[in-house]
């Protein structure tokens, strides 16, 4: 009978600690994983980083330059089963797919004209000192937008090499699962 309620005992704090770690993970911090060489040479692939959730849990709207975490599926509406399945702890026992999660640059916010012009990226008609590129940007042609209310446009520091905000749209802030802290 002791190792029964032994047992109980030991798996019931398992159970609570589980559920600490993934409300931790979901609604506070979290760390993960740089896939690729878009924010080359600000971040590099495979580097991990650890991410403030409470922007994402509170609706803040991220700064210009802050260093974000993305569901890149712009399309699709975001559910609180999405940040359960994004959790890094029930994401190793249900077998997910995390590429939709990209780690970007946020450039602009809502009601700002952007402007891609000779190379260079314009806000506002001011141009952007982005002295964490990588290199110069090579672009075909300008192109201008203005990002939308409850939205952000976002790019990646290796600007030749990056699928972002350019491609894919702009990002609705719900999108926006965190922010890097370091």
Request: glycine letters at 6%; zero cysteines; a neutral charge.
């Amino acid at each position: 009978m002791n190792v029964v309620k032994q047992i109980w005992s030991w798996f019931g704090s398992i159970a609570i600690s589980f559920v600490i770690v993934v409300f931790l993970g979901v609604f506070v911090f979290q760390s993960t994983r740089v896939s690729g060489h878009s924010m080359d040479p600000t971040l590099h692939d495979s580097q991990r980083v650890y991410v403030s959730k409470l922007s994402h849990t509170f609706h803040y709207e991220p700064n210009y330059e802050d260093i974000v975490i993305i569901d890149s599926r712009v399309d699709l509406k975001r559910t609180f089963k999405n940040d359960l399945m994004d959790s890094p702890l029930l994401s190793l026992f249900v077998r997910g797919d995390d590429k939709h999660v990209w780690i970007k640059r946020v450039i602009g916010k809502p009601g700002d004209q952007l402007e891609l012009k000779d190379n260079q990226m314009y806000r506002n008609g001011e141009l952007l000192n982005e002295t964490y590129i990588n290199e110069e940007m090579r672009a075909n042609g300008n192109k201008k937008w203005t990002v939308p209310a409850d939205h952000i446009f976002v790019m990646g520091d290796n600007r030749n090499n990056s699928m972002d905000s350019r491609v894919i749209g702009f990002i609705p802030i719900d999108h926006v699962l965190g922010k890097k802290l370091f």
